[in-house]
């Protein structure tokens, strides 16, 4: 198995994670989110595709990886793959519950031939359970946990892109489950299979939520809580210019730094918490937005204790000055990308080109002691 000190492959690279193997079997949205964290990071990710698959060499997601095109309907392949999967450290998959199984590529069978390896799946309803082998998508998934309904107008809930369940409860509860099952394996030498559903992963990050209606301090219904859009204090508002800014600032002191540089000397502003005043007070608000650009309320109030910042586009982000100092976004074959995060300060993450490998050379790198 591998020696974590140092990577036996030919591969060098930076990152907390360099040094770790990973098999991915290729698949969309939160599996390859979460390998492009991986790789991010350093680990030496390998991406099983099916053959004639063409993988866009230059996609985002899909940077850092090693790609090798196999059909896994061939027996040869699958026995490939297991010499492959003997040395290596994790494994990612996010077929429906079964379909590894029927491949021949079972937990079971996998870590028979390596018991350290961690098995990571990756699905929407989980492992087990009567929507399991049901398809899905991300909306469906945040609909069952609470989370979409609490989110948007009055009038309906809002989708709130992909990010809540895919992302945020898929891809980065699966990074989370791995890299812990990884660090316990370490030490039972023994791994285990990790089952990361977006269903339960959205349904954690709604954890705050539920606390919140335990003790009183959040109502259902959506556009009328502190945090959903229903405060004056801490929302999106549009400018004269048509451009939006957003305000957060719910802290007393930073309410009262909001007034000062916003004028809002009306008495009825000192009613901050009172719910009942809140759709009045927004409407006060709304109008005093729309009387500056959204330019002059940057110069005005960004870098002030208010909680405050414009709603830039994806193609204004890159260009602001707090983005562009840190470096957020990079530029890779044009293409303008978040940079890899979280940062580093000993062992920094890098942008890895992806290449096309061989998987028996990949399999003969991988062995112990080469």
């Not at 060499?57 to 699958?78: N, Q």
């Not at 898929?170 to 285990?192: D, F, R």
Request: aromatic share 8%.
């Amino acid at each position: 198995m591998l020696d974590q000190s140092a990577a036996q492959s030919s591969t060098r690279t930076s990152g907390p994670l360099a040094g770790f193997r990973i098999v991915e079997f290729a698949g969309i949205g939160p599996g390859p989110f979460a390998c492009m964290l991986l790789a991010d990071m350093g680990a030496e990710v390998v991406t099983l595709d099916r053959v004639g698959a063409k993988k866009n060499m230059k996609s985002v997601a899909g940077r850092g990886r090693k790609v090798i095109e196999l059909d896994l309907k061939d027996k040869a392949a699958v026995a490939q793959v297991l010499d492959l999967l003997a040395n290596a450290d994790a494994l990612i998959e996010g077929f429906r519950p079964g379909v590894m199984e029927r491949l021949g590529l079972g937990p079971d069978v996998v870590r028979a031939r390596n018991p350290r390896l961690v098995y990571g799946r990756m699905t929407g309803w989980g492992q087990e359970g009567p929507l399991a082998q049901a398809a899905g998508h991300d909306i469906n998934y945040i609909s069952v946990t609470g989370a979409l309904a609490a989110i948007g107008p009055k009038e309906r809930p809002v989708p709130p892109l992909n990010l809540v369940g895919d992302f945020g409860g898929g891809a980065l509860y699966l990074v989370v489950g791995v890299l812990a099952a990884l660090l316990e394996a370490a030490k039972s030498g023994k791994g285990q299979v990790v089952d990361a559903a977006m269903c339960d992963g959205a349904a954690s990050l709604m954890s705050m939520f539920f606390d919140m209606t335990a003790i009183g301090r959040w109502t259902v219904g959506r556009d009328s809580n502190f945090l959903d859009g229903g405060a004056h204090f801490y929302g999106v508002y549009q400018c004269s210019c048509g451009n939006f800014i957003s305000i957060g600032s719910i802290e007393p002191q930073f309410y009262a730094l909001l007034r000062q540089h916003a004028g809002l000397a009306d008495a009825d502003f000192d009613a901050q918490m009172d719910r009942k005043a809140w759709p009045a007070l927004k409407e006060k608000l709304t109008k005093v937005f729309k009387s500056k650009t959204r330019e002059e309320w940057c110069k005005i109030m960004e870098g002030t204790d208010i909680c405050f910042a414009p709603v830039l586009t994806m193609a204004e982000a890159p260009r602001h000055p707090h983005m562009a100092a840190r470096k957020v976004f990079v530029e890779r074959h044009g293409v303008t990308q978040p940079a890899p995060a979280p940062r580093f300060s000993r062992t920094p993450s890098a942008i890895r080109e992806p290449e096309v490998a061989n998987i028996g050379a990949l399999t003969s790198a991988w062995k112990p002691g080469r």
